[in-house]
């Protein structure tokens, strides 16, 4: 194909192809299947979330969407309710800035459609309804944390999710402009609810937030040239560790000895991500100066993520993109009337002041969200689900496609390892059965540990993978949806 688009859920991959279709660019297809994935996986993410990007468009730059800790959000206020650390669920994990829809003006500015168009899709399976994947349906009855409005919403929907309040705040969204969010009457109602729940942002707050335009972190690995997001995003340390892979010869290697490398060099880079990700961080102007602290990680907990991630290509722009809720629907927190599930990204912060990524007004957490490209013998577009594994999800699938000479929907595949170690605590190493490896810890194959991956290839013509592990191959028919 001449264009291409991969995502997570079929229903948005047909949105971003349908606007690629009748004319739209990247930007169009990044609208139109971004605003799909918040109605159709509301299990990853979600109005109230955020985005990371890496774009080739003449350049390569990343958008930043992600938020930071509001006016009223510190260490004293926490500590003087009792918490010892910042809860998972509920009003007082719901504080950092969604940026999701800051990330779409942004996008709007490029697109050559207008958002009525681009969000039609959105709209219409919100308001509409659609069938749930059966990862969606055993992730609602799954999920426990929700408020009376999230419940009102998600509870006893197996067969069939409409969500109207969600398809009315798209449509509000479309009709007074995408700033209504953080301005106008869609800011008005999180203010409202903020206050009545005993949550913490305030019109005030979501005023004074705009996502970021930033350079990317470029490494050269082998004959390619990879971008990626630099810090807050965790990107760094996929470039450290695939600037430690350039000094071996992996395709010449053994399976036991590949993968030993791999987990090798992975922990090395895992450390340098504990040193050097946090907002506010210095890097020296050559990665190569960076160099691993050896010592002990700690034991604190580690938590999966839960993302969605997408890959477009449009013929010459090139958008690799990634957003969430964080752990799952977020934090269960409903903003009444809007259907928008707000992120509990925040509970990443640490309440010791001593730590590097301690919570304070107006500071962003260290993020798991990364988004890739690369150039070389093949352009790449690459994202993948996973929270703290995403870095060795992309590796994993970069080693692949370079040094193996796999095709993007084998490499994706393939099985995988995982090391589910957050930057404060450590973890064991995890791999799907069918590795056969020594030393780690087997775990059945297509496991949601591994994440869930889409991307793309890019040569004479483009080439499409999505993970089995996630719902981007189930199969629906264009015609039940796309009238």
């Given at each position: 194909?001449?264009?291409?688009?991969?995502?997570?859920?079929?229903?948005?991959?047909?949105?971003?192809?349908?606007?690629?279709?009748?004319?739209?660019?990247?930007?169009?297809?990044?609208?139109?299947?971004?605003?799909?994935?918040?109605?159709?996986?509301?299990?990853?993410?979600?109005?109230?979330?955020?985005?990371?990007?890496?774009?080739?468009?003449?350049?390569?730059?990343?958008?930043?969407?992600?938020?930071?800790?509001?006016?009223?959000?510190?260490?004293?206020?926490?500590?003087?309710?009792?918490?010892?650390?910042?809860?998972?669920?509920?009003?007082?994990?719901?504080?950092?800035?969604?940026?999701?829809?800051?990330?779409?003006?942004?996008?709007?500015?490029?697109?050559?459609?207008?958002?009525?168009?681009?969000?039609?899709?959105?709209?219409?399976?919100?308001?509409?309804?659609?069938?749930?994947?059966?990862?969606?349906?055993?992730?609602?009855?799954?999920?426990?944390?929700?408020?009376?409005?999230?419940?009102?919403?998600?509870?006893?929907?197996?067969?069939?999710?409409?969500?109207?309040?969600?398809?009315?705040?798209?449509?509000?969204?479309?009709?007074?402009?995408?700033?209504?969010?953080?301005?106008?009457?869609?800011?008005?109602?999180?203010?409202?609810?903020?206050?009545?729940?005993?949550?913490?942002?305030?019109?005030?707050?979501?005023?004074?937030?705009?996502?970021?335009?930033?350079?990317?972190?470029?490494?050269?690995?082998?004959?390619?040239?990879?971008?990626?997001?630099?810090?807050?995003?965790?990107?760094?340390?996929?470039?450290?560790?695939?600037?430690?892979?350039?000094?071996?010869?992996?395709?010449?290697?053994?399976?036991?000895?590949?993968?030993?490398?791999?987990?090798?060099?992975?922990?090395?880079?895992?450390?340098?991500?504990?040193?050097?990700?946090?907002?506010?961080?210095?890097?020296?102007?050559?990665?190569?100066?960076?160099?691993?602290?050896k010592s002990s990680p700690g034991n604190g907990n580690s938590n999966i993520s839960d993302?969605?991630?997408?890959?477009?290509?449009?013929?010459?722009?090139?958008?690799?993109?990634?957003?969430?809720?964080?752990?799952?629907?977020?934090?269960?927190?409903?903003?009444?009337?809007?259907g928008i599930n707000m992120n509990n990204r925040g509970s990443y912060f640490s309440l010791?002041?001593?730590?590097?990524?301690?919570?304070?007004?107006?500071?962003?957490?260290?993020?798991?969200?990364?988004?890739?490209?690369?150039?070389?013998?093949?352009?790449?577009?690459?994202?993948?689900?996973?929270?703290?594994?995403?870095?060795?999800?992309?590796?994993?699938?970069?080693?692949?496609?370079?040094?193996?000479?796999?095709?993007?929907?084998?490499?994706?595949?393939?099985?995988?390892?995982?090391?589910?170690?957050?930057?404060?605590?450590?973890?064991?190493?995890?791999?799907?059965?069918?590795?056969?490896?020594?030393?780690?810890?087997?775990?059945?194959?297509?496991?949601?540990?591994?994440?869930?991956?889409?991307?793309?290839?890019?040569?004479?013509?483009?080439?499409?993978?999505?993970?089995?592990?996630?719902?981007?191959?189930?199969?629906?028919?264009?015609?039940?949806?796309?009238?």
């Open positions: 194909m001449k264009y291409n688009v991969a995502t997570s859920h079929p229903l948005s991959t047909m949105a971003g192809l349908e606007a690629l279709e009748k004319g739209g660019n990247a930007y169009d297809a990044m609208l139109a299947a971004s605003s799909a994935l918040v109605v159709v996986q509301p299990q990853f993410n979600g109005l109230g979330g955020d985005l990371f990007a890496t774009i080739k468009d003449g350049r390569y730059y990343c958008i930043n969407a992600s938020g930071f800790a509001p006016a009223a959000a510190d260490i004293d206020f926490y500590s003087g309710q009792g918490y010892k650390e910042i809860p998972k669920h509920g009003p007082l994990s719901s504080f950092s800035i969604p940026g999701l829809v800051s990330s779409w003006k942004i996008a709007a500015e490029k697109s050559t459609m207008g958002i009525d168009k681009n969000f039609k899709r959105a709209i219409q399976f919100a308001l509409e309804g659609f069938e749930p994947s059966r990862k969606l349906a055993r992730a609602i009855k799954n999920f426990n944390d929700g408020d009376n409005d999230f419940n009102e919403i998600y509870k006893d929907t197996d067969t069939w999710l409409k969500q109207e309040d969600l398809g009315n705040t798209l449509e509000t969204l479309v009709k007074e402009g995408l700033d209504s969010f953080y301005n106008g009457a869609v800011a008005d109602k999180i203010d409202s609810d903020m206050r009545e729940k005993g949550g913490l942002i305030r019109k005030s707050d979501l005023a004074e937030y705009k996502a970021e335009i930033l350079s990317p972190i470029r490494i050269k690995y082998r004959e390619y040239d990879v971008y990626t997001n630099p810090p807050v995003s965790q990107g760094l340390t996929a470039s450290v560790w695939l600037r430690d892979l350039n000094g071996y010869d992996l395709s010449g290697m053994e399976h036991q000895e590949y993968y030993d490398t791999l987990i090798k060099t992975m922990r090395d880079a895992y450390n340098i991500r504990r040193q050097y990700i946090y907002d506010g961080v210095k890097l020296p102007e050559n990665i190569e100066d960076l160099k691993p602290d993302t969605t991630a997408f890959s477009i290509f449009d013929g010459s722009i090139e958008i690799s993109a990634i957003q969430s809720n964080y752990m799952g629907f977020g934090s269960g927190h409903n903003i009444s009337g809007t010791d002041s001593e730590n590097r990524n301690h919570l304070e007004p107006g500071k962003k957490t260290f993020h798991t969200l990364m988004s890739v490209l690369a150039s070389g013998k093949k352009d790449i577009i690459l994202g993948s689900m996973g929270g703290d594994v995403q870095p060795q999800i992309n590796v994993q699938i970069l080693s692949r496609l370079i040094d193996l000479g796999y095709s993007i929907p084998d490499a994706i595949a393939y099985p995988r390892f995982a090391y589910p170690a957050s930057i404060y605590g450590d973890s064991k190493v995890y791999y799907e059965s069918t590795l056969r490896l020594n030393h780690y810890e087997p775990v059945d194959d297509l496991n949601d540990m591994m994440g869930h991956a889409q991307g793309i290839t890019i040569d004479s013509e483009s080439e499409a993978g999505v993970d089995p592990r996630g719902d981007g191959l189930l199969r629906y028919l264009r015609e039940k949806y796309f009238k």
